[in-house]
């Protein structure tokens, strides 16, 4: 058997259905009465534009008076011509209405309502023009995502999320673990420390942080891979950027190098911006209206060429502009040779300085992880991260390196397990293979695509810091 929809999505209804009598289900944003006449305005998710539904007769305008903000509805319709332009429905019958219990303490009826107070009602966030907007837009996000990496011959794969391994080595994980519905008291220990060899897994597992030690397995014989898993980092940070769980698309290639990685990073972000200006324009007008004004604009500017910076070059930008960085981010002390960049000097050289999308590359050997390809110079990896205006980090990638002396240099140096990381090291054992991977905050890019400030109103349910309400 195959599913047919019986009613008619919103976004559907044009001058073409005139005179067509459609099955039409939704939410109402507004009602009200003129004399004899009912006015709703009704919208199902499937746009952003609503559809206004009239009634002259009064049995149902008294099921009208009764709906409020929020309250859902399905009717039967004729489709008629608007007075000024395109069309409108006339209320034919009334099949269902779902009310609201107490429609003046009901958050959507409240005159005040800015995204922070909304934060605090996420059951009813996607009920509001802005939400609907957003949350399309991640969705488009998601289909041009896969439409890309598909158009490019990658295979989707999402390992597992619960795993032996602290990929970046940060240990800013969660572990996984049974053995707290014991009692305290009957948690087995050896000495101070847990003993996790009595654990589900007997070891001790987290949540992983990263999917890509995993991909790279998978690429040595699949030749591209890529990922969005759920992605999971304990750093206890209440920042507009941060969350504790979030989308990881995260890609690896054989047989490339540097340039190519930045090649397609940048053609896979101006896709996706070019996607969400082509697909949903109706929502960033929304959007452009109210909470993120200019942000058709900013969109269209970063679909022109990235400029691309060596860390080098990065960090003579933040010491000839030291004084002005200073002022505007009010900071003390300023990175040197060998620091992180830091967010601020992240956004001060795309926003402000170069105006652009930005890569910057070539970075120190000591700040990166341990699997990053080291260059001639021996001081510096070839790690790349792309830097957007008005937001900072957006990815963080690398070529990968495959010669296995110089991983066992860095392993050793940097006191790994090499024990734990054995089916890892193998890789440059046998059948050794040139590699490059990156990774990019999913949230942050609807972020980026929305103009949300916090990246949790880019997300359904945020889980962050000191906030899990779900």
Same mark, same amino acid.
């Given at each position: 058997?195959?599913?047919?929809?019986?009613?008619? @999505? !919103? +976004?559907?209804?044009?001058?073409?259905?005139?005179? &067509?009598?459609?099955?039409? @289900?939704?939410?109402?944003?507004?009602?009200?009465? =003129?004399?004899?006449?009912?006015?709703?305005?009704?919208?199902?998710? #499937?746009?952003?534009?609503?559809?206004?539904? %009239?009634?002259?007769?009064?049995?149902?305008?008294?099921?009208?008076?009764?709906?409020?903000?929020? &309250? #859902?509805? #399905?009717?039967?319709?004729?489709?008629?011509?608007?007075?000024?332009?395109?069309?409108?429905? $006339?209320?034919?019958?009334?099949?269902? !209405?779902?009310?609201? @219990?107490?429609?003046?303490?009901?958050?959507?009826?409240?005159?005040?309502?800015?995204?922070? %107070?909304?934060?605090?009602?996420?059951?009813v966030r996607c009920k509001t023009r802005t939400f609907n907007a957003v949350f399309r837009i991640r969705a488009g996000l998601s289909q041009a995502t896969h439409n890309f990496f598909y158009m490019k011959g990658f295979h989707h794969l999402n390992p597992n999320i619960v795993t032996t391994s602290d990929c970046e080595g940060a240990g800013e994980v969660f572990t996984i673990t049974n053995m707290? #519905?014991?009692? !305290?008291?009957? %948690?087995?220990?050896?000495?101070?420390? !847990?003993?996790?060899?009595?654990?589900?897994?007997?070891?001790?597992?987290?949540?992983?942080?990263? +999917?890509?030690?995993?991909?790279?397995l998978l690429c040595a014989g699949l030749g591209k891979v890529w990922t969005s898993n759920k992605s999971f980092r304990s750093e206890k940070s209440?920042?507009?950027?941060?969350?504790?769980?979030?989308?990881?698309?995260?890609?690896?290639?054989?047989?490339?190098?540097?340039?190519?990685?930045?090649?397609?990073?940048?053609?896979?972000? =101006?896709?996706?911006? $070019?996607?969400?200006?082509?697909?949903h324009m109706d929502d960033l007008d929304e959007l452009n209206k109210f909470t993120s004004k200019g942000i058709i604009d900013r969109l269209n500017g970063f679909c022109k060429s990235y400029q691309r910076i060596t860390y080098d070059d990065a960090i003579k930008i933040i010491e000839d502009n030291s004084e002005e960085i200073k002022k505007l981010y009010k900071l003390k002390d300023l990175p040197k040779w060998g620091d992180d960049l830091g967010s601020d000097c992240e956004k001060y050289i795309a926003e402000l300085h170069l105006k652009s999308p930005t890569f910057v590359y070539n970075y120190p050997k000591d700040l990166k992880s341990f699997y990053m390809k080291q260059n001639d110079d021996g001081k510096t990896v070839q790690a790349c991260d792309l830097l957007i205006p008005g937001l900072g980090e957006l990815i963080g990638s690398s070529v990968r390196e495959e010669n296995y002396e110089k991983l066992m240099e860095t392993v050793k140096s940097r006191k790994m397990s090499e024990e734990k990381l054995k089916w890892y090291i193998d890789l440059r054992l046998n059948g050794s293979t040139p590699t490059a991977g990156a990774g990019l905050g999913f949230d942050r890019l609807v972020r980026i695509c929305t103009g949300m400030e916090n990246i949790r109103d880019a997300v359904p349910f945020p889980v962050a810091y000191q906030e899990c309400r779900f």
């Open positions: 058997m195959t599913y047919i929809q019986k009613h008619t @999505n !919103i +976004s559907d209804v044009s001058i073409q259905h005139l005179d &067509s009598e459609l099955l039409i @289900n939704g939410w109402i944003r507004n009602t009200r009465i =003129q004399s004899s006449l009912a006015f709703v305005e009704i919208y199902d998710g #499937s746009t952003s534009k609503s559809i206004q539904a %009239i009634s002259e007769e009064s049995v149902m305008n008294d099921k009208i008076k009764s709906l409020s903000i929020g &309250s #859902s509805i #399905s009717m039967r319709a004729l489709v008629v011509k608007h007075p000024k332009e395109g069309v409108e429905l $006339k209320i034919k019958d009334i099949l269902y !209405i779902g009310k609201i @219990n107490d429609p003046v303490s009901y958050i959507l009826n409240a005159k005040k309502m800015g995204l922070d %107070i909304l934060r605090e009602h996420q059951d707290l #519905s014991k009692n !305290i008291k009957d %948690i087995p220990k050896v000495g101070d420390q !847990i003993d996790y060899t009595k654990d589900f897994f007997e070891k001790q597992a987290f949540l992983t942080v990263s +999917s890509q030690l995993q991909l790279e209440k920042t507009n950027r941060h969350l504790g769980e979030f989308e990881h698309i995260e890609w690896e290639f054989a047989w490339a190098n540097l340039g190519d990685l930045m090649d397609f990073s940048e053609e896979y972000t =101006q896709y996706c911006f $070019k996607y969400v200006l082509e697909k």
